[in-house]
């Protein structure tokens, strides 16, 4: 396994929060110089959840960065799912909480960062349970949500309505349950859930997904849930997802069942080049790249791709060659977000309730 | 161990006198006008305890506001004062790799010894690796929030400060220097006399102290115009040069009057005399390894040396003790002043024992100035014995029963007091110092004792310790490394640890699933599948459920969910619904070992999708499947009986197809005779009717009694 210290200089910076970190995203700066952050804290002494957006200071005098407060909003339950959109300079943040609800917030980076709730959305029937994910399209004014219950909620905020009005799309009853959700399309979508199984959704034709990939590809072996799935604008039709056993595959809708399996379950190799054994968290294409252009990777190949997983392994894969290990912590990475501005910045929560920034270059 | 009081035969381990100091009271907040019926108390996370409050419900029968019950959490115990929860919890976090570190370089070196009978377990990198890891523990406890910046002019400001000190981290360099730092050991005095420095301050909540003295004077200090006519300029100097902190003596030495310009003239013999006595302080031997940049004082590794410098020094002192420019000096205070500091350093133990607060002071000075070679820890021992005699003091600081602790090379009191002062995590991280050199505290604390239950006191503390973190939600998961490194009980409290965790978060459960991979537990693993999978069920996320009892391989559950899912599917698999079922049934996969009851489910969807592709009654070839699917579903003992019929109710158009036959003569007998066992079980109390036209037995009867007369012509 390649280790990122001998290649490519690494910055790596620990910041301890004192309080559990469900969730962590970058909001796209003000100007290329700001770095700003939304970050969804659990108190576990006082049983507060809040979202907090804070200014990152990457290099203050001391050498470390620094995370200051900007504004704090609190949750009526923990946070299940964070996104923000990347409009400036007033980002949006869509937050799906663990009873059920799902709100909207503004920040205004410009003065300080305040954050207000626009709107919400915690009907009885909109969820039972959890939202277990929740997507906000890019630059536009509508998201979508799922959960374990077998719902897909499309929720739409035009104006300043402070209830937000939802559609649902669909409703398997608890048949089946969805536990990631990722938009490719102004109107279409894709789903993931147990069984390694994804769904292709299409707004223009209702009542259910227009494709599905099949879970229990690999069949005989352990079978896993996916816990993240990320579409690249230009490659839309591939759906690339991140679940259990350390598996990482990507689906061409073009070829219909095979998956294209980047790590874990099912690739067959030796197990010592195994990433990792254990469920991987988040994935994301990694935009960071030496190569001059990603229009020079030829179209069946899978672009670059971060991942981070339960046993502490933040890592870079790319189709066919070795990863590289950007960290491996004694604990878990339970997310991470790249920075769309400035891709060699990445931050990433930590399961003993840290934060750590990285900085390729 | 607390002694085992008289009344022990009354079921009492530890003896609660009504004055005992422990006895708190936490006043309850439930805010319930009505009379309280009952209580109900029971552990929540940490150390809070959930107290539920229900109230008499009212006499007359009227519902009120304050009426039913409220459940409220008692913390108790206000913790540790310097050290906030969430530090705790950082360290906590900290020192599970260092830990892990050790035990398996302690694990490789026993196997390695084992293989080499010759050669002692302890030796080599051994050391080096009790110092990393003393010293990776020790990082973690620095105090995250450092002390202001003293906003005095920088030359008048006596004391510095730096991060502010924690008595955690104290007890912990103590050890470290007493049990880590082997071979250092005829340097254990200056050791104490540098860590006294650092933590002095710690004392002044409960004792006078040099450090609080200083910190006094410097506030008024600043308010001084002749600086030397103040006594307690010179009490203060007298004391800090007790304890060995030259730097500060020399600095405030050198801000007595006698050094400003226009004074210099006519206080000339002052000024020499006070100069003389700074240069004689910044010139004291030293017998130690090191001395940080900057320090004053001279030091010698080798003994011989520091001997001859040590009596030169003191010669020198007597020297200008004895001159005559004393009589020379016309400011009173300062010649009363330097001479006593002369005492102190020529070690008068009537001024040393005025010049310091408290034993330890005291005990740092004796080694400064009177016995500065007492090597090994027995002599260490009886002078602080003789210090505690000269300086005896009412109630003890947690820091000092640990120093007398480890000077009477007593690992049970050693023990007991980081156990009382400083909690679990200090005793299960300490053992590992107390054991790493010492045969007999490796026996004392390695030994199965029989009134622990068969298990060490290393084992026990570890076991407590575990037990602590696995009571919090957030440190539960780092129990684990303490627990398998327990050999008798560690392996069994995991399960029971695993087995407790919630299973309603996905997150959550996987986490633990993991924890259960590493340590190899599939039976636990399997247990937790299960609960969680019949969770799910109950709340109504059908697919969720399925899949946890499938990864389970919990076919006894799977086939009664399988009935229960049976009857949704007799009303609900129409047209419409089937994208809802889509997704189940590609989650049962064709693995019918996993799928359990459920491979009906699979089957019975191949042949409706058969079904509905023959609507217009002409396609032989889907329709030649759909027989296929329906005889294979109709022999399959995983169909349930009461399928049966409206799966031969729906098959009539393939019964009744108009070109030939579909199904072959013993095909046909096949459903027949199903048909009949079927009017057989009707007969049955337990039988359940299908929702179908009351003529479907009927007409299903006919259409195969057709079928059989076609399908004999043709053959």
């Not at chain 1, 869509?94 to 205004?108: E, R, V």
């Not at chain 2, 009120?64 to 530090?87: F, M, P, R, W, Y």
């Not at chain 2, 008024?220 to 600086?227: A, D, K, S, T």
């Not at chain 2, 020529?346 to 310091?356: P, Q």
Request: with cysteine.
């Amino acid at each position: 396994m390649a280790f990122a210290e001998s290649q490519n200089p690494l910055r790596v910076y620990r910041i301890p929060q004192s309080r559990y970190i469900d969730a962590v995203r970058w909001l796209s700066p003000v100007s290329p110089s700001d770095r700003f952050a939304a970050i969804a804290y659990f108190d576990a002494d006082t049983n507060s959840p809040s979202i907090e957006i804070a200014y990152v200071d990457p290099n203050p005098q001391s050498s470390s960065p620094t995370l200051t407060p900007q504004s704090s909003w609190t949750s009526p339950s923990r946070i299940s799912s964070l996104r923000t959109a990347h409009s400036t300079p007033q980002p949006l943040l869509a937050a799906a909480t663990f009873s059920g609800s799902l709100h909207i917030l503004a920040s205004d980076l410009i003065n300080g960062g305040v954050m207000e709730s626009e709107a919400t959305v915690s009907q009885l029937g909109f969820h039972s349970g959890p939202v277990s994910a929740v997507d906000l399209r890019e630059g536009g004014t509508e998201c979508v949500s799922v959960g374990e219950d077998g719902r897909v909620n499309l929720v739409s905020f035009v104006g300043d309505s402070s209830k937000l009005n939802y559609r649902r799309i669909f409703d398997s009853n608890g048949l089946v349950g969805y536990t990631a959700v990722k938009w490719a399309s102004p109107s279409e979508f894709a789903t993931g859930g147990y069984g390694f199984g994804i769904q292709w959704w299409d707004q223009r034709t209702p009542g259910g997904p227009v494709l599905q990939f099949k879970g229990n590809w690999c069949q005989g072996k352990t079978s896993g849930i996916v816990h993240s799935i990320d579409i690249h604008p230009s490659r839309k039709h591939t759906c690339l997802a991140g679940g259990s056993s350390g598996t990482v595959f990507a689906w061409d809708r073009r070829a219909a069942q095979q998956p294209i399996v980047l790590s874990g379950a099912g690739t067959g190799e030796a197990p010592n080049s195994l990433l990792s054994e254990s469920e991987v968290w988040e994935v994301q294409y990694d935009r960071y790249t030496r190569r001059s252009n990603i229009g020079n990777i030829s179209s069946t190949r899978i672009l670059p791709v971060m991942i981070c997983s339960e046993d502490g392994i933040l890592a870079v894969i790319e189709q066919g060659e070795e990863p590289l290990e950007l960290l491996a912590e004694p604990c878990a990475i339970n997310s991470f977000d790249i920075d769309r501005q400035n891709p060699s910045n990445v931050i990433c929560s930590l399961e003993w309730e840290s934060l750590a920034i990285l900085t390729r270059s | 161990m607390p002694g085992v009081s008289s009344d022990s035969a009354r079921g009492a381990l530890v003896p609660l006198s009504p004055e005992s100091p422990g006895a708190v009271v936490y006043p309850l907040r439930h805010g319930l006008k009505s009379p309280i019926s009952r209580l109900s108390i029971s552990w929540s996370r940490g150390n809070s305890l959930r107290v539920s409050v229900f109230a008499a419900p009212s006499s007359n029968g009227s519902v009120n506001d304050g009426d039913g019950g409220k459940v409220v959490e008692v913390k108790l115990g206000g913790g540790d004062g310097e050290i906030s929860e969430a530090h705790w919890r950082r360290i906590a976090y900290g020192s599970v790799s260092p830990f892990a570190l050790l035990q398996s370089r302690k694990n490789a070196v026993s196997s390695l010894s084992k293989m080499s009978m010759n050669s002692s377990p302890y030796d080599g990198d051994w050391w080096d690796y009790i110092m990393e890891y003393c010293k990776d523990i020790n990082a973690l406890l620095v105090n995250q929030k450092s002390a202001s910046v003293p906003v005095l002019d920088d030359t008048k400001s006596v004391i510095t400060k730096g991060e502010e000190p924690t008595s955690l981290k104290a007890a912990w360099e103590l050890l470290e220097m007493f049990y880590a730092e082997k071979p250092s050991h005829s340097w254990l005095p200056e050791r104490l006399v540098d860590w006294l420095a650092d933590y002095d301050s710690l004392f002044s909540g409960t004792h006078p102290t040099v450090h609080s003295k200083l910190v006094d004077f410097q506030k008024e200090f600043v308010n001084l115009q002749v600086v030397e006519d103040d006594p307690k300029y010179w009490e203060v100097m007298s004391s800090a040069l007790a304890v060995g902190w030259l730097n500060i003596v020399v600095k405030m030495l050198r801000l007595h009057g006698s050094y400003q310009l226009d004074q210099l003239s006519n206080r000339e013999t002052e000024n020499g005399l006070v100069e003389a006595v700074a240069v004689l302080i910044s010139k004291m031997p030293r017998m130690r390894l090191e001395q940080e940049a900057g320090k004053l004082g001279e030091c010698y590794k080798a003994k011989p040396d520091f001997v001859k410098a040590w009596e030169k020094w003191r010669g020198q002192i007597n020297k200008l003790d004895s001159s005559a420019f004393w009589f020379q000096c016309a400011h009173q205070q300062t010649r009363e002043g330097l001479r006593s500091m002369l005492q102190i350093m020529l070690g008068n133990a009537n001024s040393l024992c005025s010049a310091t607060y408290n034993w330890i002071e005291l005990y740092i000075s004796h080694f400064l100035y009177m016995r500065p070679l007492t090597v090994g820890l027995e002599s260490m021992y009886s002078l602080a014995q003789k210090s505690i005699q000269l300086k005896p003091m009412a109630s003890a600081h947690r820091l000092m029963g640990l120093i007398i602790g480890i000077l009477g090379e007593n690992t049970e009191v050693v023990l007991a007091e980081c156990l009382k002062g400083f909690g679990p995590w200090m005793v299960a991280h300490a053992i590992e110092l107390l054991t790493a050199g010492s045969d007999h505290a490796e026996m004392l604390l390695h030994e199965d004792r029989q009134n622990l239950g068969g298990i060490s006191i290393e084992e026990l503390h570890r076991l407590v310790y575990a037990q602590v973190l696995s009571s919090f939600p957030l440190t539960w998961q780092i129990a684990p490394i303490y627990l398998i490194s327990c050999m008798k009980h560690g392996m069994i409290l995991l399960q029971i640890l695993l087995s407790k965790q919630p299973v309603q978060d996905n997150q959550l459960l996987l986490k633990s699933i993991e924890i259960c991979r590493l340590y190899e537990l599939h039976s636990v693993t399997s247990n937790i599948m299960k609960i969680a999978g019949v969770h799910h069920w109950k709340h109504g996320r059908k697919g969720s459920g399925v899949f946890w009892l499938q990864q389970a391989r919990d076919e006894y559950r799977l086939n009664r969910i399988a009935l229960q899912l049976f009857d949704s599917v007799g009303k609900t698999i129409s047209d419409e619904s089937f994208k809802q079922w889509e997704g189940l049934i590609q989650l049962l996969g064709s693995d019918s070992k996993t799928a359990g009851g459920l491979e009906f489910l699979h089957k019975y969807r191949d042949f409706k999708k058969s079904l509905r592709q023959i609507h217009d009654g002409k396609a032989t070839d889907p329709a030649r499947q759909a027989v296929e699917s329906l005889i294979s579903l109709m022999k399959n003992p995983s169909t349930p009986q009461r399928f049966w019929l409206p799966l031969l109710y729906d098959s009539l158009k393939l019964l009744n197809w108009k070109e030939r036959p579909l199904l072959n003569v013993s095909q046909t007998n096949l459903l027949l005779n199903k048909l009949q066992e079927l009017s057989m079980a009707r007969l049955r109390p337990d039988f359940i009717e299908s929702e179908l036209p009351p003529q479907a037995l009927n007409s299903v009867r006919l259409a195969l009694g057709t079928n059989l007369g076609r399908a004999i012509l043709e053959e």
